[in-house]
């Protein structure tokens, strides 16, 4: 096994052999050709499937019963608390035989964060709050899942683009799938506009094969290899890059058409809300070797005292966790901008402080394959810049990858607004109302992303540091 056979997200087993491979020819850009062609979302030339086989049938059920009840936020009503049993009365399922098959290991990842996530905020919130105990039978396959696959356990962006959607008609090959518009399989609130915030994720992902495919071109710039293009491209397949994220940006902006930002945040955004300190949670786990592997291997649960297995904070599902967004920053040699660290806002916030910068700690949460693919890209990418501002006649090339600079600012200008319409004005708000309603005082505004971040001066300095990635001659 060679790491150029490596399929996206591989599972354990092949993990295992990832770091005797962690240098010299393994490493080369050629050994990610699969992602640079097929783009994130496609794991191999399909995506995960539909369904689980039948030995896991219980969990499919328990979704799909869920998702007829409807279950709600907070949910009180007899349906709701008859699912709830249901699950915690649920077998516990064997998972060794998904280890064998990746697309049925992620179809698992995908259907066990969901039912996590049902099951957390479904629950009516409890006075004085208590942690949430999440039953055996869903803790434990969660837990060994999401450590074959070197994922925290809780819903990651991956969760609810890359392993959660189809194709309708019949794929030739990957390049044409690529082109294809995406089906949703799973909501959680069953309504439109979250579907359609899904999608337009996913398109965003779709046009991301555009941008990967022209990175891989260039890359290949001065490898001699027969068919390869040469160093005089370089101009216009950096063009071809700007041209990409220019219509990310255009994709982005059809978050309007289709999700209304009110049934966005009262609707959909409270399901992906992960472990927090006011909302924590305890996996309720058995003595099984496979279970203790997964718990004392892992980063995101800690044992207490009294043999508890606690989760630590975590948080839920975020775009921040898009992998091609990270490449591009990764790509034009601007990370160390993006993912620099704001002192200003770390001395008002000691834990943002402790946690360092928030889009590095995603990374954690974006799926192993592509973290290696972004490690590879860094190297392979490093002198970008530097080799533009070296070329003798690269006014050319400069102005390019600038338009690339510049079209990465306006996605991310456009991203604030989003954010700001989507999120800030939301809270506003429910906040107004409150006040009409209890005549309390309004305190200073601060929405939150999913990810905790103070949102607004987050984004905007990120968007403002892509800026500082022009270069000047
Ligand atoms: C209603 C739509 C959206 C809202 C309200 C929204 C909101 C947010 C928020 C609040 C953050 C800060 C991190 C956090 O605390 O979670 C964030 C980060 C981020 N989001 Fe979005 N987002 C939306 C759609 C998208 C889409 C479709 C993409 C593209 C895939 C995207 C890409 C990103 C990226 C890359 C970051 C990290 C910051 C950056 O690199 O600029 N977002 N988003």
Redesign the pocket.
Same mark, same amino acid.
């Given at each position: 096994m060679i790491l150029h056979d490596l399929p996206v997200d591989a599972p354990t087993k092949l993990r295992k052999q990832v770091p005797a491979q962690k240098s010299g020819r393994a490493r080369s850009a050629g050994d990610f050709s699969h992602i640079f062609e097929n783009g994130f979302h496609n794991v191999g030339a399909h995506p995960p499937p539909e369904h689980l086989r039948s030995q896991h049938a219980a969990w499919e059920d328990a979704l799909e019963r869920a998702r007829r009840l409807p279950l709600r936020l907070n949910d009180a009503s007899v349906g709701a608390e008859a699912w709830r049993r249901s699950l915690r009365e649920m077998p516990l399922l064997p998972v060794a035989s998904l280890e064998e098959d990746l697309q049925y290991l992620l179809r698992a990842r995908m259907v066990l964060t969901s039912l996590l996530h049902f099951y957390v905020h479904s629950l009516p919130p409890s006075s004085p709050s208590s942690p949430v105990k999440i039953p055996a039978p869903l803790a434990v396959p969660l837990l060994v899942v999401s450590h074959a696959l070197d994922f925290p356990p809780v819903l990651a962006y991956a969760d609810t683009e890359y392993y959660n959607y189809t194709w309708d008609s019949e794929v030739g090959d990957a390049s044409e799938a690529a082109r294809l518009p995406f089906r949703v399989l799973h909501t959680y609130s069953g309504t439109t506009d979250e579907a359609h915030?899904y999608t337009?994720?996913l398109r965003?992902e779709g046009e991301g094969v555009q941008a990967l495919r022209r990175m891989h071109e260039m890359l290949q710039l001065s490898s001699n290899a027969p068919g390869a293009p040469g160093s005089s491209d370089l101009p216009a397949l950096l063009r071809g890059l700007a041209a990409s994220i220019r219509n990310m940006d255009s994709i982005?902006q059809t978050?309007r058409d289709g999700?209304e930002p009110p049934a966005?945040y009262n609707d959909v955004r409270p399901w992906f809300v992960g472990c927090t300190a006011e909302g924590s949670w305890v996996f309720e786990v058995d003595d099984t070797p496979e279970t203790l592997e997964a718990v004392s291997g892992s980063e995101w649960v800690v044992r207490a005292e009294d043999g508890r297995c606690c989760a630590r904070e975590m948080?839920g599902s975020?775009?921040?966790q898009?992998s091609i @967004?990270q490449a591009l920053d990764v790509f034009l040699g601007i990370e160390e901008l993006?993912h620099e660290r704001n002192f200003e806002l770390e001395r008002k916030n000691k834990e943002a402080a402790a946690a360092g910068n928030f889009?590095t700690r995603m990374r954690k949460y974006i799926p192993l394959a592509h973290r290696l693919f972004l490690e590879s890209l860094r190297e392979q990418a490093q002198g970008l810049r530097e080799h533009l501002l070296g070329l003798k006649d690269g006014q050319e090339a400069i102005d390019a990858y600038n338009a690339a600079i510049a079209a990465l600012r306006q996605f991310?200008t456009t991203?604030v607004r989003?954010?700001t319409l989507?999120?800030v004005n939301q809270a506003r708000h429910v906040a107004d109302k409150k006040e009409v309603v209890t005549g309390e005082m309004r305190k200073e505004d601060k929405a939150?992303?999913?990810?905790?971040?103070d949102?607004v001066p987050?984004?905007k300095g @990120?968007r403002d540091r892509t800026d500082q990635g022009t270069l000047d001659r």
């Open positions: 915030f337009v994720a965003i982005l978050m999700c966005f948080p975020s775009a921040a898009s @967004i993006t889009l991310r991203h989003i954010a989507y999120i939150k992303g999913t990810g905790g971040t949102l987050f984004l @990120i």
